[in-house]
């Protein structure tokens, strides 16, 4: 059974830092890509960032992009995303999801709230 447990959300205040990390466990990690996504009161789910575990290219969203990086820890089947600069339009729940930009396993989700 395929599981993701993602963590490290938290209450930020803006310019500020978070690093989450989703820890994938039940398929081998180095075959799969490993993504981002976040949702936002009153909006849709969107793509943040999507990694490739096994040659590392990356994908991120205009919006994120210089602010944002997303890295995976192969050893560790564990991936992350360093989030820099945070702005208070970056509050939203954040999961990790299994391949992207279509996944097929969800993590749980961790809140990030940025305040202004």
């Known amino acids: 059974e395929v599981q993701l447990v993602a963590s490290g959300g938290g209450l930020v205040q803006a310019g500020g830092s978070l690093r989450p990390s989703c820890a994938a466990s039940?398929?081998?990690?180095?075959?799969?890509?490993m993504g981002w996504f976040r949702q936002a009161p009153g909006k849709e789910r969107e793509g943040v960032s999507c990694?490739?575990?096994?040659?590392?290219?990356?994908y991120y969203a205009d919006s994120v992009k210089g602010r944002f990086t997303i890295s995976s820890d192969n050893a560790e089947n564990t991936v992350y995303l360093q989030m820099d600069s945070l702005k208070p339009e970056d509050t939203a729940v954040y999961y990790c999801?299994?391949?992207?930009?279509?996944?097929?396993?969800w993590g749980q989700g961790t809140q990030v709230t940025v305040s202004s």
């Open positions: 999801a299994r391949e992207c930009p279509a996944p097929d396993y």
């Open positions: 039940g398929s081998t990690f180095e075959d799969h890509a």
């Open positions: 990694i490739s575990a096994s040659d590392g290219n990356t």
